[in-house]
Nanobody, 118 residues
Framework: QVQLVESGGGLVQAGGSLRLSCAAS????????MGWFRQAPGKEREFVAR????????NYADSVKGRFAISGDSAKNTKYLQIDNLTPEDTAVYYC???????????WGRGTQVTVSS
């Protein structure tokens, strides 16, 4: 069992920045990777980024490359998603999720709202 709590969302103006947090607790030894997803109103959930838990290898959706960056604090079992140069297209609920060694996303946080005004 892994529990995830996202935080750091809010209302920002276009061009601003946010740092989202995802804190993991429980059986963190079972985590292969941490993924970030987002879901905008009326749209399907979209993959944003992923980082492997131990090795720190990252990958990003083409739509966010150059603006989004993952970092972490291993002592806190926390990963961060730094978002720069926000646009209204980034408005969504952002979720983090645990990917197990079988590459399945099996645990999800409740999400944090990011709203970007023009």
């Amino acid at each position: 069992q892994v529990q995830l709590v996202e935080s750091g969302g809010g209302l920002v103006q276009a061009g601003g920045s946010l740092r989202l947090s995802c804190a993991a607790s429980g059986r963190t030894s079972s985590i292969y990777a941490m993924g970030w997803f987002r879901q905008a109103p009326g749209k399907e959930r979209e993959f944003v980024a992923r980082v492997t838990w131990i090795t720190g290898i990252t990958n990003y959706a083409d739509s966010v490359k150059g603006r989004f960056a993952i970092s972490g604090d291993s002592a806190k079992n926390t990963k961060y998603l730094q978002i720069d140069n926000l646009t209204p297209e980034d408005t969504a609920v952002y979720y983090c999720a645990v990917q197990n060694p079988g590459r399945q996303y099996v645990y999800w946080g409740r999400g944090t709202q990011v709203t970007v005004s023009s």
